[in-house]
């Protein structure tokens, strides 16, 4: 009788001692893992999912430096100094549209006035890239580099706008491809989420995206299949909406504003992620990873505000791109121009 | 105050100069920097389209002819949001129009100012404007 | 013993209950919210406030983008092509059959299809507006909220969101227009305004006016098949309103999805050719 008392009890006593092993670190770690995020839980969708829909323009931080100034280093914040600056300059901007409306002696320009802009609101952050810690883009690759010297050779002796292939992809009105159709630009920074069951979708409204990502977990197509926008799958970790797009066409948009600069190759891999940290406050990082083109991993943030005054509208772009036939035959124009002016030159 | 203002076009000239609506589309491939125009005309059509909204218009010459031109102003997208729409700027409505003629010599122009009789610029409605969704400053 | 026992075995039944009520909740995911996204996402699903679930990859199957009369099969425009360029015979989906032009327009629409590929806006990769999107020979997705109503459809990534809110006004025209959406009973009825009158019907040169005004009606009739019913009125094109009416079904695929149709690339030297340094002949 006492031999198995005594083996009931020492069993007993192993699997207390085994559940406190397990459990006690837990118990210890939840105070920590609270205090590191934010504590906002978003609303829950009818089906579950957290409710991250809504109009997130990117048009607070058009002021923002995609890379810092190499004076801030390490800053993540501007100093209250520079903070008071740009509040200085946001409102002489103010300023400038007001006396501009009723200025009789304005300078003609050959741009757009400067009333057809949106403006952003001053923001505390030094820039858009927050890794590598210096806030700037990382070095590229070798073959990066190779391939913009060709790129270059290639322009050598070519005219402007012989074609319309001399247009970049978003004058051409056909995609600024993931990350330019968010980098806030000069206007239109428009950005709309909406949620249905299985699926989150990311409208953006230069020009006219839709982004659908599937949260079944199914895979990827091959690489077969390639697109200017990849090809996204998402999933929750937490509160948080993570997509990793990948299946992209290579060569074609950078990750620059509006579609500009190194174009990214084929194998790039876009992990985004998505966390209300507030009722109106959405934190959006974006994490470019191809080893192709940078010598390593970079990582975007921006702290995009809900605002339902923002609502996107339809940008047509291609259906009303009278400036692409009107480039060309501008080019044709001065082309026909100089032929005239050599032939009277040499009489 | 002509201090001010000449400072405050100069800023507005420099910071489009540095803006990326610069690099957006160079209007300097459309137009002729050497063929400033003054256009005075009557509006018969304004087309709400992206990238850049275009304004017809008939300009009566002095012998009273009268010739179209289309000229090309910025994102329509803009002004929905700040309240105007396509009833803003009605047929007959008379505008003034600086800018520059197309390289081609057609009659396109790009619409650097445009004000209406009074003098008060189309469509300026960033800030203390009374524009129908005045935001105010900084918004 | 007996009563050292019941207390150990009590204290330790205790600590685990303790420390499993003490880790962090995220752990233990709400089991209920799973079941519902697995009941909504079936087959023949409702949405959780009772209407029906019209969330899923679309599309249509037949001729009316070629014609959305009934017609014969003809040759196409490039011999080149052979019997692939050539255009096949349909069932119209035109109420009637009868499209009521005024005889004006009745010309405008044969000169459209003389003018045939060069004008159509397809040919351009133009956006197809409402109602040809809905028939295109390109599937296309809705993703229904809680709120709104989004269709993207492959073609040229046109999209479009039904305000299923207070309706609002159209502030200019567009070429998918602004949709106002309500339910009435199971049927989603969208309400279309603003559209700017540059698309066409089909292929045939069917066009309208900005004056255009579309009402679609879906209903799904079954787990796989909607209705689709547009009412189509334009003062100044035709003498009465008319209606287009024909199924959509559901891609039923394992993974179905929408791709990339940005075709502005295939377009570019039908548009801008002659206007090159080495003009297209």
Known sequence: MRQRVLTSLMVLAAVLASVLLVTLPMIGQAPATKAKKSAYTPPKLPWGDPDLQGLWPGTDLIEVPLQRDAKAGERVEVTEEEFAQRQAKAERTAENDRVAYVAKDSKVGINPPGYWLEHGRPQKITSLVVDPPNGRIPELTDLAKQKAAQAKQAKQGHGPNETWEDQSLYDRCITRGVMGSILPVIYNNGTQIVQGPGYVAIRYEMIHETKIIPLDGRPHPSSNVKSYMGDARGHWEGNTLVIETTNFLGDKNGIGLNGGGTPHSADMVLTEKWTRTSPDMMEYTATINDPKTWVRPWTVRMPLRLNPEFPLYEYACHEGNYAMFNMLKGARADEKAAEEAAKAGKK | MRNTLSFSVALVGFLLAVSPVRAHHAFAAEYDGKKQVHLEGVVTQMEWINPHTWIHIDVTEPDGKVTSWMVEGGSPNILLRRGFNKGSLEKGQKIAVDGFQAKDGSNRANGSNITYPDGKKLFLGSSGTGAPADPGPGK | ?281
């Open chain 3, 1 to 281: 013993m007996r009563k050292t026992l019941t207390f150990l075995s009590t204290a330790a039944a205790a600590v685990v209950y303790v420390s499993l009520t003490l880790t962090p909740s995220k752990a233990q995911a709400p089991a209920a919210p799973a079941k519902a996204v697995a009941k909504t996402v079936g087959k023949g699903s409702r949405m959780p406030d009772g209407r029906p679930n019209l969330n899923g990859v679309w599309e249509y199957i037949g001729t009316a983008n070629w014609d959305i009369q009934d017609h014969s099969p003809a040759p196409g425009p490039m011999w080149q092509l052979g019997a692939i360029g050539a255009i096949p015979a349909g069932q119209g989906v035109v109420e009637g059959n009868e499209i009521p032009y005024k005889p004006a327009a009745l010309e405008q629409k044969k000169k459209n299809k003389a003018n045939w590929p060069a004008e159509d806006p397809e040919a351009k990769c133009y956006m197809p507006g409402i109602p040809r999107a809905t028939y295109m020979p390109f599937p296309f997705q809705i993703i229904q909220s809680n709120k709104d109503i989004l269709m993207a459809y492959e073609y040229a990534s046109a999209n479009r969101l039904i305000n299923m809110g207070k309706p609002i006004e159209a502030g200019s025209d567009t070429w998918m227009g602004t949709s106002n959406g309500h339910w009435e009973g199971d049927t989603l009825v969208v309400d279309v305004t603003g559209l700017n009158g540059l698309s066409w019907f089909d292929r045939a040169g069917n066009f309208a006016s900005d004056k255009l005004h579309v009402v679609e009606r879906y209903n799904r009739r079954s787990n796989d098949v909607m209705d689709y019913v547009a009412t189509i009125e334009d003062p100044s094109v035709f003498t009465k309103p008319w209606k287009i009416s024909l199924p959509l079904y559901k891609r039923a695929e394992k993974n179905a999805q929408i791709l990339e149709f940005k075709c502005v690339e295939f377009a570019e030297e039908l548009l801008y050719g002659k206007y090159k340094k080495q003009p297209t002949k």
